[in-house]
């Protein structure tokens, strides 16, 4: 603190001393004026309060008198009025009551003579009760008597009021002298009270000399805080309200580089606010000499920017304190540099975002390498379908088989990954369209129903409520999350009940369609239920039995579920089975009607096709190659974009296939080259051949200029379907329908994935041996009922979508449905075809 303080300080100090002083005299004198005024009050009310008393007191003897009087009155009169006189003698008789219990006559009861007329006069109302309190006639007969009775008492009844009188006269002569003895003795406490006012005076005086030592011991504190604001590390910078500095500490002096003598009494902005910051500085001030809003005072800490001696502008942390003083108000600055800290701020911001930036690079990493994972993948696969149709022994196409199996496995985990790394990228897209509810849930059960047979399990499904069929929503991706939810049931379930519930509740134009899976297996902990929707969990204790799995199916369902806008989660009890939950916003649809899918024509080639096959990777390149080669058609191959364009613009194309990702010109950007050309080529389909393809990436290759995508791996089906829709060279061969696919290898190798190989095996023995006695059931001509034909031919459909038997399950449904329908002639027509079906799904599915 500056001298200007400490003199300001002692100056108030003695105006405090001389104050104190002042008001001891006068708050003596004040005390003095209120004691004579109390001894006078005191005295005046005890004067009248024994006058009241005594007044009080005769009043109620000389009323008991007169009430007597009239009681006797109204005996004497003629007619008697009985009401009358019971009247009377009540109200004697409260007087009487009141004589005998209140307190102001207890003098007067324990006087001998007054107590003997009471005695008489209650002997009197005694005797008389029970007459007054009779039936008229009794109270008639009586009258004499009682009149002689109150004659005789009147005599008392006067003596109690004259006794009393006279008791009460001598009272107040002893009453008179004991006021006098009490305003002595009054005048003696004042006089005490006064000297012992006298002494709190002089007890005062010496507090007051005490306080001026507190004061000045106050001084000496407040020097000894001047020297530890002095060794602050906090700069303190104190302005009046014209933002003049007052004082300036040695920290403030270090901090900003002016000597305290150069800057006090300059203005505040001049010193230290920069000169873009000032308009608002001056802007503030004013607004406070004016009592407007104090912006920053009292508002903790702010950061600001400020600026040295050097005009150097660096980082504050500021806080303002405002104090009023006799000069007016003062405003207290704390000042921290914080150079130092901002910087570590900027290198931990800088490390967050390298953070993200890894995270981020982890994820195209994955997506990358997935990418290229599957495209050797491709080739592999590829290969293996071509091999497939060569000469191959019963083991060496068992040998295929198991490879194809295991390939298409690996391409359904990378799959996953990608579906990961597209999710947590932001580029996971999800679609709505009309679906029928029922039917997707129905054929999941039926997919699900041979493994929970398998495992003696009861598979159920069920509405709560009224049914909500036609919804829009994501078929695909809600496909995925239940056949995931419900196969994890059954997968877990041994004995037991597996029930799928659905719930459909209106919320304004929003349907909130709820899901439960509820299973009675072996549950979870709290540990395993709390991360069963992380990567890569596959469970412990009552989760570590022969099962398969990655541990990315409920990961992936959370996301696909959170993609969709909704909620998934689980709750579960160890021992007691698990009960999954999804809730999904939807929209109510129209029914769709769809026509019945027909079986695609066989196809064959009119003429050889030229197709330009531009791939970067010789195996893929090879097995494109050797495909269409097989077709009868000529291929000309290009390893990259720009020798795709260069064929493209010299000669002229039937198709062409196009990869994405390549090296000196990707596929995109040759496709555009080529749309932009006026080469032979420029309007030849251009289909996009790729192993990863979104389908916001498919809207950017439709824009780019192609006509269609064919995703790795690549398979012949698909090739001739896009050689029949995008160039027009084939027809149908015969109106014969193709034969369908015997076993669908990839659901084969998720199933296979799922239940394990030892799971596998058994499941599949039981699955064989139950076809081979169904169709010897068949065989028995009591089976002809069509009626217990159609639930088996239920239930083995269902047990031949679980191992991906499309033939089979094909072949089944329609038994069903003739059965169903009453058509004995298209039963036997299906039953007659139905072993040479099982024994090409037996040799696959074994």
């Given at each position: ?689 790729t192993a990863n393809a979104m389908q916001e990436e498919q809207v950017n290759f439709l824009a780019d200029g192609m006509d269609g995508v064919l995703t790795k791996p690549l398979t ?131």
């Amino acid at each position: 603190m500056s001298n200007r303080d400490l003199t300001y300080l002692a100056m108030k100090s003695k105006q405090r001393n001389k104050a104190g002083r002042t008001f001891a005299v006068l708050s003596g004198l004040l005390a003095f004026s209120a004691i004579i005024f109390l001894a006078f009050s005191v005295t005046k009310e005890i004067r009248l309060l024994g006058s009241a008393n005594s007044d009080n007191v005769q009043w109620q003897l000389s009323q008991t008198e007169v009430e007597f009087l009239e009681f006797s009155k109204t005996l004497a009169e003629l007619p008697v009025d009985l009401a009358n006189v019971r009247q009377r003698f009540d109200i004697f008789y409260s007087r009487i009551t009141t004589v005998l219990q209140a307190t102001v006559f207890e003098e007067l009861r324990d006087d001998e003579h007054f107590q003997t007329s009471l005695d008489a006069v209650q002997t009197f109302l005694r005797l008389s009760v029970p007459l007054i309190d009779g039936n008229d006639a009794a109270l008639l007969a009586a009258l004499p008597d009682l009149r002689q009775s109150s004659l005789q008492t009147r005599r008392d009844v006067r003596d109690l009021s004259n006794g009393g009188l006279d008791l009460f006269a001598t009272a107040s002569d002893k009453q008179r002298s004991a006021v006098a003895a009490t305003m002595i003795e009054l005048a003696a406490v004042l006089a005490i009270l006064i000297g012992v006012l006298a002494v709190a005076v002089l007890y005062l005086n010496r507090l007051l000399r005490a306080l001026t030592r507190r004061e000045h011991q106050q001084h000496q504190t407040s020097t000894r805080m001047n020297a530890i604001i002095s060794s602050s590390l906090d700069g303190v910078i104190v302005i009046d309200a014209q933002g003049s500095i007052l004082t300036f500490s040695p920290a403030a002096e270090a901090i900003f580089g002016y000597f305290a003598e150069d800057v006090v009494g300059r203005d505040l902005a001049t010193v230290i606010v920069p000169p873009k910051l000032r308009d608002v500085h001056y802007a503030g001030m004013e607004r406070m000499r004016n009592g407007g809003k104090k912006a920053v005072v009292g508002k903790g800490r702010v950061r600001l920017e400020a600026l040295r001696a050097n005009g150097e502008l660096f980082p504050i942390e500021m806080a303002i304190h405002s104090s009023v003083t006799t000069e007016g108000e003062i405003f207290i600055a704390f000042l921290r540099d914080i150079t130092k800290r901002v910087a570590n701020e900027i290198e931990l911001v800088a490390a967050r975002d390298s953070a993200v930036a890894g995270a981020k690079l982890k994820t195209e990493f994955l997506a990358t390498m997935s990418h290229e994972i599957r495209t050797p993948l491709n080739g592999l696969l590829g290969n293996l379908e071509l091999m497939s149709e060569t000469e191959l022994t019963q083991s060496q196409s068992r040998y295929v088989r198991n490879m194809d199996t295991s390939g298409r496995l690996l391409m359904r985990h990378i799959s996953d990954v990608l579906d990961i790394t597209r999710y947590d990228a932001g580029k996971m897209t999800t679609k709505s369209e009309p679906m029928d509810l029922s039917v997707l849930l129905q054929d999941i059960i039926d997919s699900q129903t041979s493994m929970a047979g398998a495992n003696q399990t009861t598979l159920s499904w069920g509405w709560d409520g009224a049914p909500q069929n036609w919804i829009k929503s994501d078929p695909d991706r809600l496909q995925h999350v239940l056949l995931n939810l419900i196969g994890n049931a059954v997968k877990f379930t041994r004995n037991g009940n597996v029930t799928l519930t659905v719930a459909a509740q209106p919320d304004g134009d929003v349907i909130q369609l709820g899901f439960t899976i509820s299973d009675t297996g072996p549950g979870m902990s709290a540990d395993l239920a709390g991360r069963v929707f992380d990567d890569f969990v596959t469970g412990n204790t009552a989760y570590d039995r022969d099962v398969g799995g990655t541990g990315l199916g409920l990961s992936i369902a959370k996301r696909f579920v959170s993609a969709m806008n909704g909620q998934i989660g689980v709750e579960s009890v160890l021992g007691s089975g698990s009960t999954f939950w999804v809730r999904l916003p939807v929209s109510a649809a129209q029914p769709v009607q769809r026509q019945p899918a027909l079986p695609p024509p066989a196809t064959r080639p009119i003429r050889p096709l030229q197709v330009l096959v531009v791939e970067d990777n010789e195996i893929n390149r090879t097995v494109v190659r050797d495909m269409l080669e097989k077709g009868g058609h000529r291929v000309t191959e290009a390893n990259d974009g720009r020798a795709g364009v260069t064929a493209a613009l010299s000669r002229r194309f039937d198709l062409i296939l196009m990869d994405i990702s390549m090296p000196v010109m990707d596929g995109r950007t040759a496709t555009r080259a080529i749309r932009r050309g006026t080469g032979p080529s420029a309007h030849t389909p251009i289909i996009a051949l790729t192993a990863n393809a979104m389908q916001e990436e498919q809207v950017n290759f439709l824009a780019d200029g192609m006509d269609g995508v064919l995703t790795k791996p690549l398979t012949k089906a698909a090739l001739a379907d896009v050689l029949g829709r995008h160039t027009g060279a084939v027809q149908p061969a015969t109106p014969q329908a193709a034969a369908p696919q015997v076993l669908d290898s990839e659901h084969n190798a998720e199933t296979r994935e799922i239940l394990g190989e030892s799971g596998y095996a058994r499941m599949s023995g039981v699955f064989v041996e139950e076809v081979e006695q169904f169709i010897l059931w068949l065989d028995d001509p009591a089976s002809h009922d069509l009626s217990a034909l159609a639930p088996q031919c239920h239930k083995f459909a269902g047990s031949a979508a679980v191992f991906g038997a499309t033939a089979l399950h094909t072949q089944l449904k329609e038994m069903e449905t003739a059965a169903k329908q009453g058509n004995d002639s298209a039963v036997m027509a299906l039953r007659s075809k139905l072993p040479a079906i099982w024994k090409a799904t037996r040799a696959l599915v074994d």
